[in-house]
């Protein structure tokens, strides 16, 4: 029952046996009615359908955009990219930072070169003017190769790029689609998942709780995060900004750790008290 207070809000009072008391006494009447077994099994069947429903939910889900995304990239997406970046386009690099790093190589290569023209061993019968043509001869050869296969390696990275960003943004629009296709069963899917994790124990549960929330906002998460980021980077071709890097690592981890923090508080304590108690147990 509930009472109407002055401020318009509404209070429930206390009844003289708790509610878990009752609702149990309801269970255990309903196993007394006769038919049970019949609705026992259209639950079963029910719940059945409802696991299923779900599970091939989440494998057209998974399966259908990596699919779009695997053979997409090979058969349509990488030869269209490449065929207008060759012909379209005359520079070899997509960014300054790809751009560096090439050079960076040739210099690398350059010294190490210089070094084996160096200690490379003479006949007896050559003169030191044959040597050091032999040398310097040897010397812009290998750099003419060198500097060959960076140029082709630095532009299938380009287009390597350019494949990615296009393909993962058709398989992030093909799951959308899918999701808005598949309503119905995606509430399936949400009420299957929820279960599947409410059906944990506390200790479970406070356990995957604080393994994510030392990965994503602990104190050694700030590497990963920076790792994250720069395989992102070179995974869609963008520029390496360590600026942008570092404020990123300073300031998203902490926006989620207060989110993490706001949701134990507003919804976790008032599903799963225990579980709250079990999880700060647990940090102490």
Do not use: C
């Not at 003419?144 to 960076?150: M, P, R, V």
């Amino acid at each position: 029952m509930k009472k109407k207070i002055n401020s318009g809000k509404f209070i429930e009072k206390i009844a003289l046996i708790p509610r878990s008391i009752l609702r149990t006494f309801g269970r255990f009447r309903l196993q007394l009615l006769p038919g049970i077994e019949d609705l026992v099994l259209k639950e079963f069947r029910i719940s059945r359908y409802q696991s299923l429903v779900a599970l091939k939910s989440l494998l057209l889900l998974l399966i259908l955009p990596l699919f779009l995304n695997s053979f997409g990239k090979q058969l349509f997406i990488r030869p269209t990219i490449e065929y207008f970046w060759n012909k379209q386009q005359n520079d070899i690099f997509l960014n300054s930072s790809q751009e560096k790093r090439a050079y960076h190589q040739i210099d690398n290569f350059q010294e190490k070169l210089y070094f084996e023209s160096l200690i490379m061993p003479a006949s007896n019968v050559m003169g030191e003017d044959t040597l050091l043509k032999d040398n310097s001869h040897f010397f812009e050869k290998e750099m003419q190769k060198k500097i060959a296969n960076l140029a082709i390696q630095s532009n299938n990275e380009s287009i390597d790029a350019l494949t990615n960003f296009v393909s993962d943004f058709l398989s992030l629009f093909s799951f959308w689609i899918f999701s808005i296709l598949m309503k119905a069963q995606m509430i399936i899917l949400k009420s299957f998942l929820i279960e599947f994790l409410y059906s944990f124990g506390d200790t479970t549960k406070s356990f995957l709780l604080l393994f994510f929330t030392d990965l994503l906002v602990g104190f050694h998460s700030s590497h990963g995060w920076e790792v994250l980021l720069e395989r992102i980077m070179n995974h869609f071709g963008f520029p390496e900004n360590e600026d942008f890097v570092f404020l990123f690592v300073a300031t998203f981890p902490v926006l989620l750790d207060t989110v993490i923090k706001y949701w134990i508080f507003r919804y976790l304590n008032r599903i799963s008290p225990s579980t709250v108690a079990t999880y700060h147990t647990m940090i102490e």
